[in-house]
């Protein structure tokens, strides 16, 4: 999983947003061999209240694992990087990036430029900082990361944050595209900041994504809400069930919902699904890594890794990396 501000909140109000929607469950559902679904859809309001309970659960590291490692080196990454603004791909309420925030607004006046696809987050975020930092210039960005990734009106140095290990939702050749196109918005001077989480005991990372209280299930089964209620499909939830494990080979989680029995479901203006017994939809992977592996992925989208950040016994690394000439 990855932080929910990265894959936020739905805005299907929007007609584009609902019309991407029907094109990305027709694309999953309807493909020859593994359904898929994308991440982004589990997160309503109840995803996201689901997903805040999954981040404070103990099996559940990433996220204070992360914010553990921010709050030991945001000094250093600042005084390393020297940025006049920090931009935030996939922000939401900006847990992580305050951290980065009080350090840099000790040397002088900063810019923060948050970008996430979901505009009432952004604003009520915006809000808050300008509270908590006076002198602080917010510009939030509506920007869905599959299209746009570019913090427009930036100073320089920017410090540019990918954060929350999403890098990991993305397979080696999207996690090159959308690192290649957030190169392609930086200029020689700035930085990218990247959480990726580390390849480490088996254990420890399946229960991460199987926790004993069932929360992961629950959020899960969310996304199959979700297409219910805005799509007017008729999934029974009670027929599928969670199952998420390390792909030892390819090096990530994957979430899935197993389809118990024989079933059709139905999704106007998609569909129908046919679903065989012990057939299952992958609804999220979670790439983890090496520092060997993340310098290749940086290397191949046009940059070149000059930092790696860990604690001393690692569960999660910050990647500090300059664009390439």
Not at 241 to 254: P, W
Not at 275 to 303: H, P, Q, W
Request: with cysteine.
């Amino acid at each position: 999983m990855c932080e929910s501000s990265a894959l936020p909140a739905l805005t299907l109000e929007l007609t584009d947003a609902r019309s991407r929607m029907i094109a990305d469950v027709r694309e999953g559902l309807l493909r020859d061999g593994q359904k898929e679904l994308p991440p982004t859809y589990f997160y309503d309001a109840r995803g996201s209240q689901l997903f805040d309970e999954i981040t404070r659960l103990e099996e559940y590291y990433p996220t204070r694992a992360e914010r553990a490692l921010l709050e030991r080196r945001a000094m250093e990454i600042v005084e390393r990087t020297t940025p006049r603004a920090l931009a935030e791909l996939g922000a939401g309420t900006a847990t992580k990036s305050r951290v980065l925030l009080h350090a840099m607004t000790q040397r002088g006046p900063t810019q923060y430029l948050p970008l996430d696809v979901d505009g009432d987050t952004l604003e009520l975020t915006a809000a808050a900082l300008r509270t908590e930092f006076p002198a602080l210039e917010v510009a939030p960005t509506i920007a869905d990361m599959r299209d746009d990734v570019a913090a427009h009106g930036s100073r320089h140095p920017l410090l540019y944050a990918f954060l929350g290990s999403t890098i990991g939702n993305f397979d080696p050749e999207s996690a090159r595209d959308v690192l290649t196109r957030i190169r392609a918005t930086l200029r020689p001077t700035d930085r990218l900041l990247l959480g990726v989480d580390l390849i480490k005991d088996v254990a420890v990372l399946n229960a991460a994504y199987n926790d004993a209280r069932g929360i992961t299930a629950e959020f899960n089964l969310n996304v199959l809400r979700v297409l219910n209620r805005e799509l007017d499909a008729n999934f029974e939830l009670a027929a599928f069930r969670h199952h998420a494990f390390y792909n030892v080979e390819d090096a990530r989680i994957e979430m899935h919902l197993v389809a118990c029995g024989d079933q059709d479901v139905h999704i106007p203006l998609v569909g129908d699904v046919h679903f065989d017994d012990g057939e299952s939809v992958r609804t999220e992977i979670s790439c983890k890594y090496d520092r060997a592996s993340a310098t290749a992925m940086l290397e191949n989208a046009g940059f070149r890794l000059t930092d790696w950040l860990t604690e001393p016994d690692p569960l999660v690394a910050l990647a500090l990396a300059e664009p390439a000439a």
